[in-house]
């Protein structure tokens, strides 16, 4: 019985550290060890604390060093974002004054016309930077019940004006509702709609068709064109910010979509074949 009492006395303080051990991570705050006898013992729990501090200053150090290289890295987009619509803006401002200083007849005619465009082109520089914004920092979300079945009528109703391009929506007459931000929604159908009308830019009969379906507490939105679609090799790449396949554009709309999307407890996904088309699959919570 002595011996057995003197054996746990013994190995109690390690089995202690053993387990602070095992508790130990390197991605969270991590407690140090008290132990206020100066022994063998005190000597190993002074070395894993002095550890442990260590190990989270390294852990400091690396995050603020992904944070700068993040940062680096948005300014590099948004530089080069701000770059394109800069250069059509210089030289239609340098036409703009070519034309003020001749004797052109047209003069104003012309001059509206680059006007114009550089409406267009200030309008660019604004959604690039209320993208960028949004994905900095998205505005505080509202869940609220939705009734999905009209903001689909109405979005479809706005992308209808679309020239070459029909619309078909096949979605059931009578749609559960949802939980979710209304705005968020509206966006978000905005941009799938935005990209499949885009990705029929140059088919003559292209056709966007909008399913929907209910799969245990999910509503699923399925949103289908029969575009360029996505290559294989890209498709894994598709949610990733600043990843575009669009000549223009941030690159940060689906990512943002994706955002959202998880935010309102959902989820989005894809089925895409190049020269076929693409579908996106919206799945919203119900209510």
Known sequence: MIAVFISNKITAPLKFIQES????????????????????IGALVNEYNRMLMALQKSAEELAKSEKESAWREMAKQVAHEIKNPLTPMKLGLQHMLRIIESSQENKEEVIKKISFGLIEQIDNLSNIASAFSDFAKMPQAEYEEINI????????????????????NNSDVLLPSIIGDKNQIIRILNNLFRNAIQSMEDIDNGVISLE???????????????????????????????????????GLGLAIVKNMMLGMQGNIRFESLENKGTTFHLYFKTA
């Open 149 to 168: 079945g009209e903001l689909i009528k109405n979005t479809i109703v706005l992308f209808k004006q679309s020239e070459h391009v029909k619309i078909e």
């Open 212 to 250: 929907t379906k209910t799969i245990n507490e999910f509503l699923v939105v399925s949103i289908t064109d029969n575009g360029k679609g996505i290559p294989a090799a890209l498709q894994e790449k598709i949610f990733v910010p600043y990843f575009t396949t669009k000549s223009s554009g941030t």
């Open 21 to 40: 051990f095992k508790k130990t991570r390197l991605n969270a705050k991590n407690n140090l060890i008290s132990w206020d006898k100066k022994d063998e």
